[in-house]
């Protein structure tokens, strides 16, 4: 487990005693003077070596050059990136601090415009993942590395403009990669420890940090309540269901943002339960809970203006005596009923009761939910982009726009319940929890199953993002949303890099396929309050 340190300048080191790695586009390397990086460097490696170095990268997507032994070395990004893509590289970043780290302290250097250094430090972030449970010895007598990551800012034409690194950014970077690390611990830990009373406890050392009090349901209370979707998935556990929420109410704050995130800690899939394949990997399914909780960390401690909260929605779909039965009916916090025709379509029902109590006990007006909700969204959108669908064309358009500027990758996938919702049709309830017709966009119609509850003509503006493949890479978690919530709300914040990533250029957001803000025409409610 290594302590990751930002710092706003290059310390002078020698990389005979703390090895460097220098990562960036070969246009930016090439163009790079010597002196710039020269404090990493010197008295090992001098300039000449270091442009003869440059000189024989030939990326292909990547490339790698020793300086100095095994010490110093300068490693090229891709030449291209797609308009798909995001400009930092940041997948190929990852990629090459994982196979060229050397589990020692040492320092990272990233060269990149101002407009990538945010996504270029969750990606090194992202290279370094906290949970591990190895019995290695000679790992527990020694103290954890340290990993220096450093900056060297350039123009779009290289060397023509200096950027400073100010120490605010440092901080706020420092933010989102905490919670970015934060929410991959989460996501790799087993539900033998990550259970629900385990995130609860997650959420509760946020909470102090911070200087907040949490607000919890749990168990019964939550079927008293009406909370019929939560407490439906969950009541076959040994560890009780809940709804958890932290609050941020600043003064002056004129608008109410929610972020719901699914928190199933285990999903067995329930009484239709997952095969021997399917179901290792299932610890994995409170991704959206895990990126919200480190999220919320990184706005609240970056200085939201607004007020946020964080609602967590906690089960373990279980197998059990109590377990929910296909043909059992719930009526879920919205008042809807719903006709259980697959128990293992459960992350719609938890979101649902979620998202409502957004709504209608918190008062947002602007809502999004997170979710590993459909295996689905890997087939349609792929393994590194999440898919968006929402309400809005304004918030569809920024949410892609900063994808790319975080790293967090989105797609957007049709929003149409007039011809999707229907899948849900049912003989003797409001609807059923799973479509009829698997080949008729399962993503869409997963997400606009909550959107149900919530109510197709609900004034404000929701957005629904299924991560369930960008949530781990391999068998490691990616700590995936946190940048990309940090970023799309960061119009909010007092740290000056996340504004600069939420306010684009009214020519690049037009560049990006943007749209005017507009609420789709309302349909009529499905059920009665």
């Given at each position: 487990?290594?302590?990751?340190?930002?710092?706003?300048f290059?310390?002078p080191?020698?990389?005979?005693?703390?090895?460097?790695l220098?990562i960036?586009q070969?246009?930016?390397?090439?163009?790079?003077?010597f002196?710039?990086?020269?404090?990493?460097?010197?008295?090992?490696?001098?300039?000449?070596?270091?442009?003869?170095?440059?000189s024989?990268?030939q990326p292909?997507?990547?490339?790698?050059?020793?300086?100095?032994?095994?010490v110093?070395r300068?490693?090229a990004?891709?030449?291209?990136?797609?308009?798909?893509?995001?400009?930092s590289?940041?997948?190929?970043?990852?990629?090459?601090?994982?196979?060229?780290?050397?589990g020692?302290?040492?320092?990272?250097?990233?060269?990149c415009?101002?407009?990538d250094?945010?996504?270029?430090?969750?990606a090194?972030?992202?290279?370094?993942?906290?949970?591990?449970?190895?019995?290695?010895k000679?790992?527990?007598?020694?103290?954890?590395?340290?990993?220096?990551?450093e900056?060297?800012?350039?123009?779009?034409?290289?060397?023509?403009?200096?950027?400073?690194?100010?120490?605010?950014?440092?901080?706020?970077?420092?933010?989102?990669t905490?919670?970015?690390?934060?929410?991959?611990?989460?996501?790799?830990?087993?539900?033998?420890?990550?259970?629900?009373?385990?995130?609860?406890?997650?959420?509760?050392?946020i909470?102090?940090?911070?200087?907040?009090?949490?607000k919890?349901?749990?168990?019964?209370?939550?079927?008293?309540?009406?909370?019929?979707?939560?407490?439906?998935?969950?009541?076959?556990?040994?560890?009780?269901?809940?709804?958890?929420v932290?609050s941020y109410?600043?003064?002056?704050?004129?608008?109410?943002?929610?972020?719901?995130?699914?928190?199933?800690?285990?999903?067995?899939?329930?009484?239709?339960?997952?095969?021997?394949?399917?179901?290792?990997?299932?610890?994995?399914d409170?991704?959206?809970?895990?990126?919200?909780l480190?999220?919320?960390?990184?706005?609240v401690?970056?200085?939201?203006?607004?007020?946020?909260?964080?609602?967590?929605?906690?089960?373990?779909?279980?197998v059990?005596?109590?377990?929910?039965?296909?043909?059992?009916?719930?009526?879920l916090?919205?008042?809807?009923?719903?006709?259980?025709?697959?128990?293992?379509?459960?992350?719609?029902?938890v979101?649902?009761?979620?998202?409502?109590?957004?709504?209608?006990?918190?008062k947002?007006?602007?809502?999004?939910?997170?979710a590993t909700?459909?295996?689905?969204?890997?087939?349609?959108?792929?393994?590194?982009?999440?898919?968006?669908?929402?309400?809005s064309?304004?918030w569809?358009?920024?949410?892609?726009?900063?994808?790319?500027r975080?790293?967090?990758l989105?797609?957007?996938v049709?929003y149409?319940?007039?011809?999707?919702?229907?899948?849900?049709?049912?003989?003797?309830?409001d609807?059923?929890?799973?479509?009829?017709?698997?080949?008729?966009?399962?993503?869409?119609?997963?997400g606009?199953?909550?959107?149900?509850?919530?109510?197709?003509?609900?004034?404000?503006?929701?957005?629904?993002?299924?991560?369930?493949?960008?949530?781990?890479?391999?068998?490691?978690?990616?700590?995936?949303?946190?940048?990309?919530l940090?970023?799309?709300?960061?119009?909010?914040s007092?740290?000056?890099?996340?504004?600069?990533?939420?306010?684009?250029?009214?020519?690049q957001?037009?560049?990006?396929g943007?749209?005017?803000?507009?609420?789709?025409?309302?349909?009529k409610?499905?059920?009665?309050?």
């Amino acid at each position: 487990m290594s302590l990751l340190k930002f710092h706003h300048f290059l310390q002078p080191t020698d990389p005979q005693n703390l090895p460097v790695l220098i990562i960036g586009q070969l246009r930016h390397l090439t163009e790079l003077p010597f002196a710039r990086v020269s404090p990493k460097l010197e008295p090992r490696v001098s300039q000449e070596t270091f442009a003869k170095a440059i000189s024989c990268l030939q990326p292909a997507p990547t490339d790698i050059c020793s300086l100095y032994l095994d010490v110093a070395r300068v490693a090229a990004l891709p030449l291209k990136s797609s308009r798909h893509n995001t400009a930092s590289r940041a997948h190929a970043i990852t990629k090459l601090i994982q196979t060229n780290t050397t589990g020692v302290s040492e320092s990272i250097v990233i060269v990149c415009e101002k407009q990538d250094l945010l996504a270029s430090a969750c990606a090194v972030a992202r290279a370094f993942p906290l949970y591990n449970r190895k019995t290695s010895k000679q790992a527990t007598a020694q103290p954890p590395p340290t990993v220096h990551i450093e900056f060297v800012v350039v123009g779009d034409s290289g060397s023509e403009a200096v950027v400073e690194v100010t120490e605010e950014d440092v901080v706020a970077l420092a933010n989102v990669t905490v919670g970015i690390r934060l929410a991959a611990r989460i996501v790799d830990a087993p539900c033998n420890e990550m259970n629900v009373s385990g995130f609860l406890a997650e959420v509760e050392d946020i909470a102090a940090g911070l200087g907040l009090k949490s607000k919890i349901i749990r168990g019964l209370e939550l079927k008293e309540r009406g909370f019929g979707g939560i407490y439906g998935v969950g009541k076959a556990a040994l560890d009780p269901p809940a709804l958890a929420v932290l609050s941020y109410e600043p003064k002056g704050a004129t608008e109410t943002v929610a972020w719901v995130g699914k928190g199933i800690v285990f999903d067995t899939g329930g009484l239709s339960i997952k095969g021997k394949t399917a179901m290792p990997g299932m610890k994995r399914d409170c991704g959206g809970a895990a990126a919200i909780l480190g999220a919320f960390y990184a706005a609240v401690k970056s200085g939201f203006r607004q007020n946020l909260h964080a609602v967590f929605c906690l089960a373990e779909n279980a197998v059990g005596p109590e377990a929910t039965r296909p043909d059992d009916i719930h009526r879920l916090y919205s008042g809807c009923t719903v006709e259980i025709n697959n128990t293992d379509a459960e992350g719609r029902l938890v979101l649902s009761d979620g998202v409502v109590y957004a709504d209608r006990d918190l008062k947002a007006n602007i809502i999004l939910d997170m979710a590993t909700l459909t295996g689905a969204q890997g087939i349609a959108t792929g393994k590194y982009h999440g898919a968006i669908l929402t309400n809005s064309d304004d918030w569809e358009s920024r949410a892609l726009e900063i994808g790319r500027r975080t790293g967090d990758l989105l797609s957007p996938v049709p929003y149409c319940p007039e011809l999707h919702f229907s899948e849900f049709s049912s003989a003797v309830a409001d609807m059923k929890n799973s479509v009829m017709d698997r080949g008729n966009a399962q993503v869409s119609c997963a997400g606009l199953f909550i959107g149900a509850h919530l109510g197709f003509e609900y004034g404000g503006s929701w957005m629904h993002i299924d991560m369930a493949a960008p949530v781990h890479n391999g068998e490691r978690a990616t700590g995936y949303g946190v940048a990309l919530l940090a970023g799309l709300f960061g119009e909010h914040s007092n740290a000056s890099i996340l504004r600069d990533i939420a306010h684009q250029p009214k020519e690049q957001r037009n560049n990006a396929g943007a749209g005017s803000s507009s609420i789709e025409p309302p349909l009529k409610k499905v059920c009665i309050d």
